[in-house]
């Protein structure tokens, strides 16, 4: 079942992405006028996809114990309360995700402070946006705290390639990570999931 975190997580990075392209394109007005709404919709998408995931596991935990020979059927009420279920999911699952979240709030606020403090000239209005979201999804545990890794990723990235751009180390030009935030999501994810299907 957590095939499905990974197919829905690729899917919204992808489609998220395909929306960061398509409003570059000028012809596209709608898309231009509500980039920051559209980016809110895909970083909420993505929440309430996890939430979704996360009660729909405690339903199947639950039946699987309730219907399960002794001691499982112990597990849940009326032997338990029915909040153990919840707990035992949670940390099994959603527990990663709170990680990933308290990070890519972290970023959020980080980043928009210093795009502020700088007149924003260095992040695009859904670009903050886009980047929580990349975050957040990486949170899924099979993945080993893979949204820490990609963050490490993302920034190093970005330092080489402003040190070895002389016109961005004289201050001429600056690098955008727009266009990086989803793809390396992406890129991260499968090859995560390359090395699950090796070992």
Not at 164 to 179: K, V
């Amino acid at each position: 079942m957590e095939y499905i975190v990974v197919y829905v997580s690729l899917s919204i990075l992808f489609f998220g992405f395909c929306i960061q392209f398509f409003t570059q394109k000028k012809n596209i007005n709608f898309f231009i006028a509500h980039r920051k709404t559209i980016g809110v919709a895909f970083l909420f998408s993505g929440a309430l996809f996890i939430l979704g995931y996360y009660f729909f596991s405690v339903f199947l935990q639950y039946i699987a114990w309730k219907t399960a020979m002794p001691p499982a059927r112990f597990l849940v009420p009326p032997y338990r309360g029915i909040e153990y279920v919840f707990s035992f999911v949670f940390i099994r699952s959603l527990f990663y995700y709170v990680f990933s979240a308290i990070g890519a709030a972290a970023v959020f606020c980080v980043l928009r402070y210093m795009n502020k403090k700088r007149g924003d000239v260095f992040f695009e209005d859904d670009e903050l946006l886009y980047a929580c979201l990349a975050i957040f999804l990486l949170g899924f545990p099979g993945w080993n705290y893979l949204w820490m890794w990609y963050g490490i990723g993302i920034f190093v990235i970005t330092f080489f390639v402003s040190f070895l751009n002389p016109r961005i180390r004289r201050g001429e030009d600056r690098f955008s990570m727009y266009f990086l935030w989803l793809p390396l999501a992406i890129i991260g994810i499968l090859i995560m999931e390359f090395v699950r299907m090796i070992v």
